[in-house]
T-cell receptor
């Protein structure tokens, strides 16, 4: 089976850096997604990692270690609008559908 | 980027009635569409996967006779909640992807908030 773990909630200060961790267990691996979801809205795509290492995209970066079953999303220069849930997701072993973690609710305070 | 629309964005209905939600890919052909349900402060729960022209594949615990899915074309999938009850009140989100290969990004619709009185 597949399992995804990520912290339930995190709080950080505006302008700071925050790292949201995700660990996963899968029988196969077809990449890992991060999505952002604001309350009452649908998720929006942030990143997709299939190879080990860090991928940077503006203020957001995503890291993957396949051997450790571990990923993190790094948010720099936090802004109030970054307050949202961040979902870690992996395609299932068949690669046909995506399994989502419970999400990490990030609160950015002034 | 690829755009997915949903209609309606919100609906309130009486218990026992049926509600249809449409999901459309506006600028691409979606070979696969997914339907999710999300309760407050919880993550997305996949309900079913649908492919154009074939029957939907439902997740364990999802009643196929209650949640009817039709994927009539490469740009349209519909979810009908039949004989809705208050416990069906939730946020329903569809997504679409290209092809069936692994690692394909999903494009989400804006969601439909269903309230059953």
């Amino acid at each position: 089976g597949q399992n995804i773990d990520q912290p339930t909630e995190m709080t950080a200060t505006e302008g700071a850096i925050v790292q949201i961790n995700c660990t996963y267990q899968t029988s196969g691996f077809n990449g890992l997604f991060w999505y952002q979801q604001h309350a009452g809205e649908a998720p929006t795509f942030l990143s997709y990692n299939v190879l080990d290492g860090l991928e940077e995209k503006g203020r957001f970066s995503s890291f993957l270690s396949r051997s450790k079953g571990y990923s993190y999303l790094l948010l720099k220069e936090l802004q109030m609008k970054d307050s949202a849930s961040y979902l870690c997701a992996v395609p299932n072993t068949g690669g046909f559908k995506t399994i989502f973690g419970a999400g990490t609710r990030l609160f950015v305070k002034a | 980027g690829a755009v997915v629309s949903q209609h309606p964005s919100w609906v309130i209905c009486k218990s026992g009635t049926s509600v249809k939600i449409e999901c459309r890919s506006l600028d691409f052909q979606a070979t696969t569409m997914f339907w999710y349900r999300q309760f407050p402060k919880q993550s997305l729960m996949l309900m079913a996967t649908s492919n154009e022209g074939s029957k939907a594949t439902y997740e364990q615990g999802v009643e196929k006779d209650k949640f009817l899915i039709n994927h009539a074309s490469l740009t349209l999938s519909t979810l009908t909640v039949t004989s809705a009850h208050p416990e069906d009140s939730s946020f329903y989100i569809c997504s679409a992807s290209f092809g069936t290969a692994s690692g394909h990004e999903q494009f989400f619709g804006p969601g439909t908030r269903l309230t059953v009185l």
